[in-house]
């Protein structure tokens, strides 16, 4: 008799236990040759069929294509975020998922209609529509299927201590999905029927959709803002070292800025409640969101920072930003208010900072000359401005340095005028105690006007001293590897921010209309959150030795009493 060594190893990790030395699918092992994610779906996909049976001719189809990452969870392995899988092997979206926002998107009549309805006594009608769900047109979705998860938000903005390490889960690749109706009813309104699903499609569909995941290109009726943005900076590495641009990015800069906003002006049980209602939460029972989120990118590159073991994948992209309601408001009226609180909330994050990793500082391939790809040295920072004609005359607040402190003061009112409408007192005097809450005894902006990228001042601060020693006249003046600045793994109290300085000047076209005019110049802002270090005291009391001096940095907000 063939005795089998070690017969458990042989079994395929789809059908072995989630459990510790079984298989984890979620879990991430640090310097491990293999992920048991990685293995799991290099067998799925070795075992599946190459191509699907086309519908049968009474099943109506169409086929949409998505910005992003498509996640469902099948819920048949515990603690695992995995695609439900179907015929062949093939990942599917649920038809049974499918009719639930079909009929979320409908009137009480045509709900009754397509899907059905209850009858007295007990009965139930069927509706005149069967949804045979959504499957992958080709291949394509074999690729890029695992996808890590980092929790940030208590490490970025409340106490920078992390909560956990990152996690795993399968998801599909910007795939394209064909939707299959079928009717029962030869005078079927399918012109109608395709645009009621066009209609729950632009809510997004699978999990985290506010996150960016299961966005359509298309999106109808739901749009809260839209703004042309483009940048790069240093993408998210996978598992197998290749780079990723991930669009959910964008949701974490605002959540982590209203989070900050909020806490400045009430405390932080109330802020964090004010944030879960707009972004959705899973404390306690969870709670979806009012603010969904989506970006279809027109361009994207992908490339390499950097040599040996500093090596970096790097991303340059343009596209457009959506900010969707994906809950229902309370009152029908507060709906104004909450897209000027977005806007608001985008344009801060425009202005001060970027996205992303490394989001803190500028980039320094661009305004640090001695940065260069051939060298072994980390990439540090990233680089967003507006594009477009509209997002360059509607987004861009600040046009000179006196309108900094200005915009600040908007922010902070668009988010108290939320907060009442809300039935919430603003009150700054309980703000919240975290390491970035937005109030004026916590955070100082300071700026100048650069006249070019070579131009930037504080970029040589971060890595050597702002001010030099001079025997016996001052001490030598440095933030570099300080609680300012920061350190591998520990988050800093200082962002750099290089924003583009777009004038608007006058059309020859037409005189009376201006438009947008891009400059060389730079606005250099400084956001710093003091602490009691000496290294921050003395930092502070040199920036504001140095306001009337030529290069000198001003303070923007909260404004120095006169």
Known sequence: MTVIPDPAKKVPMMFRAQINGRCQIQRLVPGAPEQDATRWADEWVDKAYPNLPEPSAEVQ????????????????????????????????????????IFRRACTKEQAELYCGKSLPGGDWQPGILRFHGGYPTDTAWTENLVDIVHPQQNWQVKTGNKDSGAFIQISLYKPELKFGISSNNKDAD?????????????????CRVSAGYGQPQQHTGNILYRGQIKGQGQAAKLIDGTGEFRVNVFRAALRGHALRIFGGLTNADMADQIVNHLFGSVQGKGNIGLLGMSFRDS??????????????????????????????????????????????????????????????????????????????????G????????????????????????EFL??????????????????????????????????VQVWG????????????????????EAISRVQPEGSIYRSSITGQMGRIGRLWHRMYPLVR???????????????????????????????????????????????????????????
């Not at 399918?190 to 699978?206: D, M, R």
């Not at 967003?384 to 309108?403: A, P």
């Not at 100048?448 to 890595?463: G, M, N, P, V, Y």
């Not at 009691?532 to 030529?550: G, K």
């Open 61 to 100: 189809t169409r086929t949409y294509v998505l910005t992003w990452r498509f996640i469902t969870n099948s819920g048949q392995d515990d603690g695992v975020i995995r695609p439900a899988i179907g015929a062949r092997g093939w990942p599917f979206y649920p038809g049974s998922s499918m009719k639930g």
């Open 190 to 206: 399918w012109q109608t029927i395709w645009s009621i699903w066009e209609k729950a499609l632009s809510t997004g569909i699978g």
């Open 299 to 380: 361009n994207l590159e992908m490339g390499m920072f950097g040599r040996g073991s500093y090596a970096q994948p790097t991303y340059d992209i343009e596209g457009e930003l959506f900010w969707l309601l994906a809950g229902k408001l309370a009152n029908p009226q507060h709906e104004e208010a909450l897209k000027k609180l977005v806007a608001d909330l985008t344009r801060f994050a425009m202005l001060l900072g970027g996205f992303g990793k490394s989001w803190r500082r500028a980039d320094h391939r661009l305004f640090y000359e001695e940065y260069s790809d051939n060298d072994y040295k980390p990439l540090i």
């Open 382 to 405: 990233c680089h967003w401005q507006w594009s477009g004609e509209r997002s360059l005359m509607r987004d861009v607040q600040v046009r000179k340095l006196e309108q900094v402190g």
């Open 409 to 442: 003061d908007k922010v902070q009112q668009t988010a108290q005028e939320w907060m009442q409408l809300q039935g919430i007192i603003p009150n700054p005097q309980e703000k919240a105690p975290w390491r970035e809450a937005w109030h004026p005894n916590t």
């Open 448 to 467: 100048r006007q650069a006249s070019e990228k070579e131009d930037s001042e504080a970029i040589f601060w971060l890595h050597g001293p702002y001010q």
């Open 504 to 562: 608007l000047v006058k059309d020859p076209k037409n005189p009376s209309k201006p438009i947008p005019k891009s400059t060389p110049g730079y606005l250099e802002l400084l956001t710093l959150f003091p602490d009691d270090s000496p290294e921050s005291t003395q930092f502070v009391d040199f920036l504001d030795s140095q306001q009337n001096r030529p290069k000198g940095f001003q303070q923007l907000w909260p404004q120095s009493p006169s």
